[in-house]
């Protein structure tokens, strides 16, 4: 089975960028469907960004949406998460996640559907 470790997370002002990076071993890459999760602190997990195992298709929440951008190199065995214009509500500990499902990438939004989870990376905006 696939192990993930994400890195790239760190302190940052508001309306500054960062990118999130999860490297994958263990498993064939390619044939997983990853995503982004976040949970902060009192709050429960919540569904980020997704990646289809091509790459391809990809789906938002509505709060990150047009400022995250999620992508995978399956060469390199790592998916990415670039945020910008980062507000101090992004503040999270950051999670990648990965599924064998076949479903589509926009049915893939809860936590449950994920078996594989790595760590977790701090990202803290300060206002």
């Known amino acids: 089975q696939v192990q993930l470790v994400e890195s790239g997370g760190g302190l940052v002002q508001a309306g500054g960028s960062l990118r999130l990076s999860c490297a994958a071993s263990?498993?064939?890459?390619?044939?997983?469907?990853m995503a982004w999760f976040r949970q902060a602190p009192g709050k429960e997990r919540e569904f980020v960004a997704g990646?289809?195992?091509?790459?391809?298709?990809?789906v938002y929440a509505d709060s990150v949406k047009g400022r995250f951008t999620i992508s995978r190199d399956n060469a390199k065995n790592t998916v990415y998460l670039q945020m910008n214009s980062l507000k101090p509500e992004d503040t999270a500990v950051y999670y990648c996640?990965?599924?064998?499902?076949?479903?589509?990438?926009?049915?893939?939004?809860?936590?449950?559907?994920?078996?594989?989870w790595g760590q977790g990376t701090q990202v803290t905006v300060s206002s």
């Open positions: 996640a990965g599924s064998l499902s076949g479903a589509s990438t926009y049915f893939l939004r809860l936590s449950r559907q994920y078996p594989y």
């Open positions: 263990g498993g064939t890459f390619s044939t997983y469907a």
């Open positions: 990646v289809s195992r091509s790459g391809g298709p990809t």
